[in-house]
């Protein structure tokens, strides 16, 4: 097995373990576990940022250089690395540790996917000539960001839901832990204001790319398609909010529905007619 | 009746159900397979089905009639919503509040009251230093116990749903002026030919180009696994029999002439290629031909014709072969010569035996041997001339600026006021935002540290 998988075969491991410390905090109400999380989850995303360079030197070493970022596996680990890494960026941000047991384990399910389905390939694989486009980087790195806020928006959906169906039964140490509901919502919809920019930008780079390779801009093809569905959908979330003042349960419930649409874009889209072909 | 038409094309309700009407639509397209992904997907549906999706413009949605009529019903609505707001919009951007409002100051925090210790002809000065370098239009007013101030900043973001609006319509606009005034064909030409007719492919038919374009070489590199590196189409460009123009395609690489874009779509081989084949008689006598398809040669000592009947790249997943037809006296025979043959040979050992015409020994006293072809390609080009093009780029680049301004910025509008109190001053700050009041309350403390230190400075 090539190095840079075993690291990240690992490293999804450590992740399963930065998310097991955040719920044990949770569970437990002992703030002990917080940090314990917090470290690992760090020592897990230098681990992963040092894998993925070595896979793209190694890449350069076999004489087909690209960006880790060409195939289903590549991706998969870039999304669990945006997610970690937007993670704890918040978590310093707002100094808080009540989110990570929502969001990390997505992580650990992304780097799961990718290291154990025996549908996944994670050979280096050369690039193909449609493949060869620097805005094809730009692309997936915009969308990944992108699909990786909106992942945090539905940790915090999912919480807001979780909260409220506790309200009134404080004493559990649970529920405690988590944020007053005002402020999950506030969180949320900015995760959802990037999450929205990024995917606008995948969408725009995405076309550009699609543009120089195959002819036009847009052309329907389910995968584009689907990220049209994703982005009408926030639109409309958006809007709501901004408009009708829409706040709350219904913001977490349109942010989960958000989310399960970027997963339909992701993978369920594979399973339609018509393809994303590549030449 | 004109009043609630208008209102209804001015409400969020209309736009929230046209995205999620839209979006289900969409939902609806990539489910129901399109008519121009090829007739393949339609083969498990039964006809009346497909008779239903047909009458229902279902095949070919994201251009049908209803289609077409939604996404107007949204530019209509953003249109009409747009023009209704921007004149309040614009008010608020225009407009400076009364200086001496008692209104920002009713229910103030004690948290925005601060005193300094200073009269407040001193005071004055340093507040308005402050405010002028944070704050645009900054004004002040006087009266004989008080004075105000008013300041702003981010007015700007009253525009940003504009932009985003108008960045969403400039990007319709160009998809309608590509799919009224543009046009999207392909066109096969093998290596070494020429053509000016391409065929349509939305609007089907054909076009006649006023240039033409010839096919040089086409070419495939390969990587070492075997996976393909590089299409390469060399093409010259023609008027009057000149060539303008030649240059190599590639994918991700299209090439613009007059006007149309080229791109490397495909590829193919055409019959036309040749072959390179050596004949081996019993006694060691070697003979090298060099055959195109339907070529013939003569061996002699059997009075034999062979004719080749087939010039193959990749036959049966076992590489390049060439189908030889023999015709000698003891009757016909087709044999298949494999340029690998030994390597096949290795992997299935009873091979030859089971497939006789896989032998390239079998027509005694002769061997044949393939050493190479040449194949001779077509390749397929994507031609595509959208005028809307433009458009799209500069929506699409206008959006970004428009999402960051109605996102990250919003309109804070500050009130100060000063009034003397047994020779000190008493300063109170009020302010108001469109947006982001928890930015806001940040802003203010900063502020209120800023003037407790204007304030204290002797
Ligand atoms: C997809 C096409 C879009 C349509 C058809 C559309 C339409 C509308 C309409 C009709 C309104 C209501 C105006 C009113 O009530 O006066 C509105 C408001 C608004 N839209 Fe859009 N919009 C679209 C895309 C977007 C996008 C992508 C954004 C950015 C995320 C956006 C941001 C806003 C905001 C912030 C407002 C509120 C304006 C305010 O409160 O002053 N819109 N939009």
Redesign the interface.
């Known amino acids: 097995m090539i190095i840079n998988a075993t690291i990240l075969s690992w490293v999804t491991f450590v992740y399963f373990a930065s998310a097991m410390f955040y719920t044990f905090r949770m569970v437990t109400g002992k703030e002990f576990w917080g940090p314990l999380g917090s470290f690992v989850a760090l020592v897990g995303l230098i681990a992963q940022t040092l894998a993925l360079i070595l896979r793209w030197v190694e890449s350069y070493k076999l004489?087909?250089g690209h960006a880790p970022l060409s195939n289903l596996y590549e991706s998969l680990i870039f999304f669990a690395w945006t997610i970690v890494l937007l993670y704890l960026i918040i978590e310093w941000r707002i100094k808080t540790r009540n989110l990570g047991a929502f969001v990390v384990p997505f992580a650990f399910l992304a780097m799961a996917y990718a290291s154990f389905s025996p549908h996944v390939s994670n050979r280096i694989?050369?690039l193909?000539?449609?493949l060869?486009?620097n805005w094809l980087i730009s692309h997936v790195v915009t969308c990944f960001f992108g699909y990786a806020a909106f992942t945090i928006a539905c940790g915090l959906g999912l919480m807001y839901l979780l909260k409220g169906l506790g309200e009134g039964q404080s004493s559990r140490p649970f529920l405690r832990y988590l944020p007053d509901r005002e402020i999950l919502d506030?969180l949320s919809y900015q995760s959802v204001?990037i999450g929205?920019?990024f995917l606008?930008?995948g969408i725009?780079t995405g076309?550009v790319w699609a543009?120089?390779?195959?002819?036009?801009?847009?052309s329907?093809d389910?995968k584009e398609?689907?990220s049209?569905?994703t982005w009408?959908?926030y639109?409309?979330m958006l809007?709501?909010r901004f408009?009708?003042g829409w706040r709350g349960k219904r913001m977490a419930i349109m942010s989960i529905i958000g989310f399960a649409s970027v997963l339909f874009t992701y993978f369920g889209?594979n399973y339609?007619?018509?393809l994303h072909s590549y030449? | 009746m004109k009043k609630t038409v208008l209102s209804l094309f001015s409400s969020l309700k209309l736009t929230i159900g046209l995205l999620i009407i839209i979006a289900l639509a969409s939902v609806l397209g990539t489910i129901i397979p399109q008519q121009y992904e090829g007739g393949e997907s339609f083969r498990h549906l039964s006809p009346g089905l497909i008779r239903a999706f047909k009458s229902l413009q279902l095949v070919d949605m994201y251009h049908s009639v209803w289609f077409v009529i939604l996404m107007g019903l949204l530019s209509l609505n953003l249109i009409v919503c747009s023009l209704n707001r921007f004149p309040t919009s614009w008010r608020l951007f225009r407009k400076i509040p009364s200086l001496d409002r008692g209104k920002p100051f009713e229910n103030l925090s004690p948290d925005n009251v601060l005193v300094i210790e200073r009269k407040r002809n001193e005071a004055i000065e340093r507040v308005e230093n402050l405010l002028r370098r944070r704050y645009k239009r900054v004004r002040r007013r006087e009266t004989a116990s008080t004075t105000s101030f008013y300041g702003e900043k981010g007015a700007y973001s009253h525009f940003g749903v504009y932009i985003i609006h108008a960045s969403i319509l400039i990007v319709i606009a160009g998809a309608i002026i590509g799919s009224l005034f543009g046009f999207d064909a392909f066109v096969n030409i093998p290596e070494g030919e020429s053509t000016n007719v391409v065929s349509l492919r939305r609007q089907k038919g054909i076009k006649e180009l006023d240039f033409t374009v010839r096919c040089d070489r086409f070419s495939i590199a390969y990587y070492e696994n075997g996976m393909p590196k590089e299409y390469r189409s060399n093409l010259s460009f023609l008027k009057n029999n000149k060539a303008i123009y030649q240059g190599p395609l590639l994918v991700n690489h299209p090439v613009t002439f007059n006007g149309i874009r080229f791109y490397q779509a495909s590829y193919g081989s055409v019959p036309g290629g040749q072959a390179y084949i050596t004949i081996q008689k019993g006694d060691g006598q070697e003979t090298a031909v060099t055959v195109k398809l339907g070529d013939s040669f003569y061996l002699r000592e059997k009075d034999a014709k062979v004719t080749i009947g087939r010039i193959e790249e990749d036959l049966m997943s076992m590489g390049p072969a060439v189908l030889l037809n023999i015709q000698s006296s003891d009757g016909n025979m087709r044999l298949w010569v494999f340029k690998e043959i030994e390597k096949i040979r290795k992997g299935i050992p009873e091979l030859l035996k089971k497939v006789p015409k896989f032998d390239p020994g079998l027509f005694k006293p002769y061997y044949f041997k393939l050493h190479k072809i040449e194949n001779k390609y077509y390749t397929g080009l994507q031609l595509s001339h959208d005028p809307g093009v433009s458009s799209v780029a500069v929506g699409s680049f206008l959006i970004i600026p428009g999402l960051i301004i109605t996102f990250f910025s919003s309109h804070r509008r500050l009130w100060v006021r000063l009034d003397e109190q047994e020779g000190k001053t008493r300063v109170l700050v009020s302010a108001t935002s469109n947006r982001d009041p928890v930015g806001l309350k940040r802003e203010i403390e900063r502020l209120l540290k800023l003037l407790k230190k204007a304030g204290g400075v002797v």
């Open positions: 004489g087909i694989q050369p193909i000539p449609a060869q486009s506030e204001v929205f920019i606008t930008l725009i076309s543009y120089s390779a195959w002819g036009s801009y847009w329907w389910p398609t689907w049209l569905i009408l959908i639109a409309a809007h709501s408009v009708r889209v339609l007619p018509g030449f």
